[in-house]
């Protein structure tokens, strides 16, 4: 009788899941994942680290730019939206994901009355 039951008992646990392995470094989404409001600076730090892992990506700035929203920093969020919008207008549009387009857009609204540094136009060359 009991070596039936241990059989299937090692059965048992010759199936269970290995755990998911972890992922090293930082992910572009990093920045609003598990955001509580009693950790908002830790989270804007760890929001700095994927800032610097993707530098050419306006994803991260943006997201960024809500965090110290949050945070009442309006200088520093208007910042990372100058520059998201800076790095979004180097990209072609089909690169460019339309939500995010859409949000930098609604948020450069938001900071008029804020400096906010955009691509300057080329200049024309005087005849």
Do not use: F, W
């Not at 039936?4 to 990093?30: F, M, T």
């Not at 943006?62 to 309006?74: K, P, Q, T, V, W």
């Not at 520093?76 to 072609?92: H, I, M, Q, S, T």
């Amino acid at each position: 009788m009991i070596g039936p039951l241990l059989l299937i008992s090692l059965a048992l646990v010759g199936c269970s899941e290995e755990p998911l392995p972890q992922e090293e470094g930082v992910r572009r989404d990093d920045c609003l994942r598990n955001v509580t409001l009693d950790r908002l600076q830790e989270q804007i730090s760890l929001c700095d680290e994927v800032v610097a892992a993707y530098p050419d990506d306006p994803g991260p700035r943006n997201d960024r730019y809500l965090l110290h929203s949050l945070a009442g920093e309006d200088a520093a969020a208007c910042a990372d939206l100058g520059e998201a919008l800076r790095l979004a207008d180097r990209l072609p549009a089909e690169r460019l994901d339309a939500q995010l387009r859409s949000d930098l857009e609604v948020r450069r609204k938001l900071c008029a009355g804020m400096p906010v540094t955009t691509p300057a136009a080329p200049p024309v060359p005087s005849p």
